[in-house]
């Protein structure tokens, strides 16, 4: 069936109002005074809170869907799962409000680097929600939201000059530990399994293309996460004024 006729257009759609009602609903709530006195704290905290509830939902769907459909880990082109196949278009509606709301929230200069990010998870997941492909890979991709629960955490921590808290120190180990099971790992997972396709002209080699490059920004962003948290003292001074967005 032609894309343009898919029948999983509405709920592409209907994820992605949910998230842009969610973010209304969530800018009623009362901010922290150090994130209200600036504007862009302010939008960054907003779009976060909206990561936030993302992450718990992605996340523990993912696991729920690898518990009820196992065979998903190792027949990651072929097995599929009704739970699975909303999870990723759930996801995929995320992306795209997140995507519209940078931009039109002027920031698209300061989070290219989640621009880039989104658009290739939104090609890559095109493959199990048009073509019903590689819906186990989906479903193993988005493990990573359960680190990202983590992750925003500490963003929004970071965004509020929390770093002295208890709170902070025992998140960042924590944070470190996640990094490495539901990062790291499903993604090097994954590109050991799609290395198969290479050379090949089918749509695991498309695949295997978005997961290299994945791959190199998922590097980087340990880099940083290990730089800014483990050796602060080897962070630049206006790095920490100005990379709240990124790190």
Known sequence: MPPLLHPALPLLLGATLTFRALRSALCRLPLPAHVRADPLRTWRWH????????????????????????????EIETAWSLSGYLLVCFSTGYFIHDTVDIVVSHQARASWEYLVHHIMAMGAFCSGIFWSRFVGGGVLTLLVEVSNIFLTIRMMMKINNAQDLLLYRINKYVNLVMYFLFRLAPQAYLTYFFLQYAGQRTQGTFLLGILLMLDIMILI????????????????????????LTE
């Open 221 to 244: 962003y340990f880099s940083r996460l290990l730089r800014s948290d483990f050796c602060p003292d080897r962070v630049p001074s206006q790095q920490h004024k100005d990379k709240f």
């Open 47 to 74: 779009n976060l809170l909206v990561s936030f509830a993302h992450s718990i939902v992605s996340g523990i769907w993912a696991l729920l869907c690898i518990w009820q459909t196992p065979e998903m880990v190792v």
